[in-house]
């Protein structure tokens, strides 16, 4: 019987157990455990992919964690912990002869083993494998490779944004100057743009797109996500679920208002004044530090041909962190009262909210999960802001 689960699959970690670095710019609370903790706890996913478990100390810990029984590897791939199963996954940067780079890529395992393996392999081709993100030296479609003879997933990170992405700084046209299209399972859209978005561009239309969190502290986990129907949250029904097979598939993305992201418009990053994508120099400061937006960057690579492809519905929503007058004390409130974030997004209804909290938080939640909230654009590495309900 197939039923719905939420999945959030682009999270870091900050630290290992030896108290390391593993992503240097995220949070240093941000450890497999806490993770572990937030996503199973408080914000009701069921599935997450931890896309720096290629670090041996991380490895390390989760083989701790299923010999002390709090954990369990599943014959289907993945580890449970809780209500949350885990996919090991690693981000990668490529920057080859191929490309001008860098690219970020996702790449999933099924079990520890091939993902000890993996890091086997990489790293005699990083220089060090310990830290998240780190550049590859050597040849995409032969990471891809790799990752096929491993039995795992192959995933472009964030590819709109102007930094670290497939598309990003308008040196790649398309995909196939980089990769093998037919080894690629999914795209990940990133915060700035969404499904509508990223369809524009013809190559795109055969992939399954992900809204992921990219989340460097605990309070950002989910705050992009998806709802996939399944048998249950492991690597086999997930793999499924991207093929669209079996009846598995994405049937709603949640993810902000691509506005909220921080490169929706092209902006001057010295004065944040928003201008025309063809702008050299800023009327404003005359400054030449504009960054191209990713609604410009989409229209210069928009295909004539729409796609057929019938997408899952994409939902504005932002974390409930990012509403007006929901502070800390205020969500663990929420929380005590109503048990996950998911919950509270998703089923509880306003009656039961204005309990607990104040009617005009109550219908700005309410107003949020119907897509009523009012947005301004973000640009130039500034997110945009919700600034009431409509």
Known sequence: MLKNYYADMHIHIGRDKYNHPVKISASNNLTLTNILKESSRRKGLQLIGIIDSHAPAIQEELFELIENDLAVELKDGGVKFEKTTLLLGSEIEIYDENCHGPIHVLAFFPSLEKITSFTAWLRDRMTNITLSSQRYYGGAVELQQKVKELSGLFIPAHVFTPFKSLYGKGVKKSLTEVFDPNLIDAIELGLSSDTTMADEITELHQYTFLSNSDAHSCAKIAREYQEINMKEPSFKEFKLALKEEKGRRIIRNFGMNPK???????????????????????PNCESKKIVNGVSDRIKQLAGKSSSKRKRPRYVYQVPLEYLPSLGPKTLDKLLQSFDTEMNILHHVPYEQLEKVVSRQLAKLIINMREGKLTIESGGGGKYGRVISSK
């Open 260 to 282: 909220l992201g921080k490169y929706y418009s092209t902006v001057c990053t010295n004065c944040y004044t928003k201008v025309d994508n063809e702008t050299l120099v800023c």
